[in-house]
């Protein structure tokens, strides 16, 4: 199976002390077997938000190489998945626009034989982390 990690997948992956760190780690541990997928959204994604968040702690760069670690690490093989995708490839369910990213990424990783594997619920065609 092939699962492009949503951003608060990757955060809580690269995040030790993240409160959803055990439980992503422990699913992509279960999964022998599975590629795992970034994109320019989701790794923009993870940089800004733990620049961002002052709990965290972590410059832009910090975050760009604590990124660039996790996609060296020999356990986990993250590749990263070009996007060619444009806004006519938006799904239908999309209606707000807080929506509009999720979407993106959900018909992204299905145009590649991946899934979006987030922490979010709700999102239409997304595989929830349990």
Known sequence: ????????????????????HDRVNAWITSQEGAHWLTCSITELGFARVIAQTPDYG???????????????????????????????LLPTWVKSPKQTTDGHLVQLASANGAVLATLDEGIPGAFLIP
Request: net charge positive; no cysteine.
């Open 1 to 20: 199976m092939r699962y492009l990690l949503d951003v608060n997948a990757l955060v809580a992956l690269g995040i030790f002390h993240h409160r959803f």
């Open 58 to 88: 972590f410059t832009v760069q910090q975050a760009r190489t604590l990124l660039l670690s996790l996609k060296k690490n020999g356990k986990l093989l993250l590749s990263f998945l070009p996007d060619g995708n444009d806004i006519s």
